[in-house]
């Protein structure tokens, strides 16, 4: 049974940074894609980045290119977001699924979200 926990989340002024993590337990032996999404007030949630727990070159949305770095290190999904802006708030859930990545893969597992405020 794999869980999801993400942490990190926190209010924080624009222009500053976070780490986000989402830790990996249950499963530590497949390979996942791994993703975080962002549900921002208003909106519907949207994937951020996408990243193959196996390695190889990790996916951005175009809102968040250059300033988020995605990455899966000892069974931990990490995202570092830099030069944040007012629409970077949100909740943030990480995903995964048992399978290579690609565009409009479904995922199955999901966190319980870690909440972003930027102001």
């Known amino acids: 049974h794999v869980q999801l926990v993400e942490s990190g989340g926190d209010p924080v002024q624009a222009g500053g940074s976070l780490r986000l993590s989402c830790a990996v337990s249950?499963?530590?032996?497949?390979?996942?894609?791994m993703a975080w999404f962002r549900q921002s007030p208003g909106k519907e949630r949207g994937e951020v980045a996408a990243q193959y727990s196996g390695g190889g070159t990790p996916w951005y949305a175009d809102s968040v290119k250059g300033r988020f770095t995605i990455n899966y290190a000892d069974n931990t999904l990490y995202l570092q977001l830099k030069n944040l802006k007012i629409e970077d708030t949100g909740m943030y859930y990480c995903?995964?699924?048992?399978?290579?990545?690609?565009?409009?893969?479904?995922?199955?597992?999901w966190g319980q979200g870690t909440q972003v405020t930027v102001s």
């Open positions: 995903a995964a699924v048992r399978s290579g990545c690609y565009r409009g893969i479904h995922y199955p597992l």
């Open positions: 249950g499963d530590t032996f497949s390979r996942f894609c």
